[in-house]
């Protein structure tokens, strides 16, 4: 069993707590849920970590999902093994039966509220929660849109419905930036009136533990000007002129409480108003 992997997960889960994420992000109370079966390993395998992200490799957070569908097949069988002495069966057994108390991240339909019916058109709020475990990503989108014509927003009574163009493009949206997934929604006429994309991650590496960061980009008329804080991404493309929305990008880190001082003194010298916060990790 590879304790640095293990440890860096306890590091994750400790992060995600200090991060202070709300609503704009993917709930991090399920992320750490699920990080905690990743963590519950079958007998004699090696947890992995993904090259790109930081995060435990991807197939580690679909096992997760796998083996729960599967242990009420497994477990009759493992039982009957573990009964008769085969300790490699029950090991298996009593990993399974962990895994049963996790429940792992899975992707819910978006959500849709009504915002304004008017002569103008219907304005409605789209609200995604996307789980790549293949990547592995973790992004929340939540936008307003203005339909016109009222051809791919519809009221169903007090409700409204969204067309199903519009949720396949919904779907897309949140797997690209928040310009990205402004130029996407923008079709059919209808309009982007304000968007907000948040991501959990990627992670890097500090002195004393992972750093664990968060993006929130948001996309508004609302704002004066352009505004990029981003140490990771420090050029972002920003929407058209004519889209008559600005860009406001920022990133916020969770760190080792040993690392928090150096962090910030290395922000500060990027010229970042990034927020930081320390994590421990519980004995």
Known sequence: ???VELRRCRQLIA?????????????AA????HLGGVMTLPPGARLRRCPTTGWPHPEEWLRVRADRELAPSLLPRLDVL???GDRRSAERADA???LAQIRPLKDDPPELALVDDAPEGLTAQLSLTLYDLSAPRFVRLVVRLLDPARRHLRLDGPSVRASEPLRVRLASAAERGAVGAARLLTADGVSVVELGLGVIGPVTEGDHGVKL???LSRLTAELPQHHIDDPLSPELPVPDASAGL???HQ???????EDLNAHRAELVRMRSKNLSYGYTVPE
Do not use: D, T
Not at 251 to 257: C, E, G, Q
């Open 15 to 27: 992060a995600l707590g200090a991060l202070r994420l709300n609503h704009a992000y993917p709930p």
């Open 82 to 84: 573990a009964a008769a």
């Open 251 to 257: 990133r916020k880190w969770a760190v080792a409480a």
């Open 1 to 3: 069993m590879n304790f």
């Open 96 to 98: 399974l039966r962990a």
């Open 246 to 248: 600005r860009l406001s």
């Open 30 to 33: 399920a992320l750490a849920e």
């Open 213 to 215: 960061s968060a993006s």
